[in-house]
Antibody, heavy 124, light 110 residues
Framework: EVQLVESGGGLVKPGGSLRLSCTTS????????MNWVRQAPGKGLEWVGR??????????DYAAPLKGRVMISRDGSKKTVYLHLNSLKTEDTGVYYC???????????????WGQGTMLTVSS | QSVLTQPPSVSGTPGQRVTISCSGS????????VNWYQQLPGTAPKVLIY???QRPSGVPDRFFGSKSGTSASLAISGLQSEDEADYYC???????????FGGGTKLTVL
């Protein structure tokens, strides 16, 4: 079964920065578009951004409210995608999920494989 | 405030049919396909319906998606206790250049 595994969450002070990781060993990582989606405690889902596959250029798109504070990168040799978030605010608290875009179901807009998520708490 | 509007909650009894609505605009639902995600308590979301009405392998045909204009719906027939979950609609938004989600609907099976 294909798995995505997020890591790197924890407790960070406001104003700090963080790098989350999402690793897989099973998918053909070179061809996978990767997304980050977050969920504040008791709230709904919010798209953070995505990075295209290496074969599609590896370019990125970010949610407008986060632009300037977020960066997504990928390391093909490690089959890992990273989410860098800086100038952290308390409202960044939540579970961060990585998800493939269209890996199984064709359309890059369909988040078809999800990790289990990693929790980020921003608090002083 | 979510870009797509869903009812916060719906409920039904086992065997019943329920519908969850999702209202958007011309820049999202009106011009793009809709996907639905199911999030069981304490778990990650999973795709339930994609491209308006298509079901991934393993999703029973009790789940049915549809779209009309700038609105979409998810219908669940033959309600079962294991359907109790949060449901989210989403669509690409051409103005925001990203996917937008509804606020989620909590389905309670009475």
């Amino acid at each position: 079964e294909v798995q995505l595994v997020e890591s790197g969450g924890g407790l960070v002070k406001p104003g700090g920065s963080l790098r989350l990781s999402c690793t897989t060993s099973e998918i053909t990582f070179f061809n996978a578009w990767m997304n980050w989606v977050r969920q504040a405690p008791g709230k709904g889902l919010e798209w953070v951004g995505r990075i295209r596959s290496e074969s599609d250029g590896g370019t990125t798109d970010y949610a407008a409210p986060l632009k300037g504070r977020v960066m997504i990168s990928r390391d093909g040799s490690k089959k890992t995608v990273y989410l860098h978030l800086n100038s952290l605010k308390t409202e960044d608290t939540g579970v961060y999920y990585c998800a493939t875009g269209g890996y199984r179901l064709g359309s890059h807009h369909v988040l078809d494989i999800w990790g289990q998520g990693t929790m980020l708490t921003v608090s002083s | 405030q979510s870009v797509l509007t869903q009812p916060p909650s719906v409920s039904g009894t086992p065997g019943q049919r329920v519908t969850i609505s999702c209202s958007g605009s011309s820049s999202n639902i009106g011009s793009n396909t809709v996907n639905w995600y199911q999030q069981l308590p304490g778990t990650a979301p999973k795709v339930l319906i994609y491209n308006v009405y298509q079901r991934p392998s393993g999703v029973p045909d009790r789940f049915f998606g549809s779209k009309s204009g700038t609105s979409a719906s998810l219908a669940i027939s033959g309600l079962q206790s294991e359907d109790e979950a949060d449901y989210y609609c989403t669509a690409w938004d051409d103005s925001l250049n990203g996917p937008v989600f509804g606020g989620g609907t909590k389905l309670t099976v009475l």
